[in-house]
């Protein structure tokens, strides 16, 4: 009779013992619930993590492409305008040089003909070296201008020791315009080169010359001053062309 109370202790301590192995399993099974549900939403935020930073790396590059696109589209424009301003000025001084061209070629036909000083000597050097030939030189206008311009050459075909006869005609005449210089037919080499250089020579100084036809040079029916009219050379003198 005496063991029954312990049976009963015993039992009571089993079913505590029972009771608390409940509880701790209740509790493991709740921890163990807390713990997945922890990793879910570790699984879940890393996973959220890594979408949000891969939108946000998506956003951050067409941000960028976006500003770039627009950084490329000033450029271009900026590099437009500035082409365009650049062919308006290059027009502008074409416009320019061409209206200078006209404007310096409108006075080079307006202006007298001259020879400066250099320019009389230069003249002199080409021509002295056939010295002693002779010429006739008809000046055609009695204008300041063609009267400067006739008496400069004179003076610088006298002074390389040409033999110059000179006259003006008389009322009527040719019309003649720039200087001509004619070579008698069968002239030979040493007349030929004078009157080249002649010709050259004002054509380097930007006076108009060339040859003409010796026979269709005639000289006036009237004229003052002396003429040989049997010189290898005729010189006509003229108006600026």
């Not at 935020?45 to 790396?57: D, E, K, P, Q, Y």
């Not at 650049?86 to 080079?108: D, M, V, W």
Request: net charge positive; glycine share 8%; with cysteine.
């Amino acid at each position: 009779m005496k063991n029954i109370p312990n049976a009963i202790a015993i039992n009571m301590r089993i079913k505590t013992m029972m009771s608390n192995m409940d509880f701790l399993q209740s509790v493991v099974y709740w921890a163990n619930l807390i713990s997945l549900g922890a990793i879910l939403l570790s699984f879940i935020g890393g996973a959220t993590s890594i979408v949000f930073n891969r939108w946000l790396n998506i956003a951050k590059d067409e941000k960028s492409r976006i500003e770039k696109n627009e950084t490329d589209l000033k450029i271009a424009e900026t590099n437009q305008k500035a082409a365009e301003a650049n062919q308006k000025a290059a027009e502008a001084n074409q416009i320019s040089e061409s209206e200078r061209l006209a404007r310096l070629k409108l006075e080079s036909k307006l202006a007298d003909r001259k020879l400066t000083k250099e320019q009389q000597e230069k003249l002199v050097s080409l021509l002295t070296p056939f010295h002693n030939i002779e010429a006739d030189v008809v000046i055609f206008g009695d204008t300041p201008e063609i009267k400067s311009i006739s008496l400069t050459i004179r003076k610088c075909l006298q002074d390389a020791g040409w033999k110059i006869n000179a006259a003006i005609p008389l009322g009527g005449g040719a019309i003649v315009t720039g200087i001509k210089i004619g070579v008698r037919p069968g002239s030979d080499l040493y007349t030929l080169h004078a009157a080249q250089n002649f010709v050259e020579g004002l054509q380097s100084m930007g006076i108009d010359s060339g040859f003409w036809d010796f026979n269709k040079m005639e000289y006036p029916g009237a004229f003052m001053g002396d003429l040989k009219k049997n010189t290898p050379i005729k010189i006509f003198i003229g108006s600026k062309p």
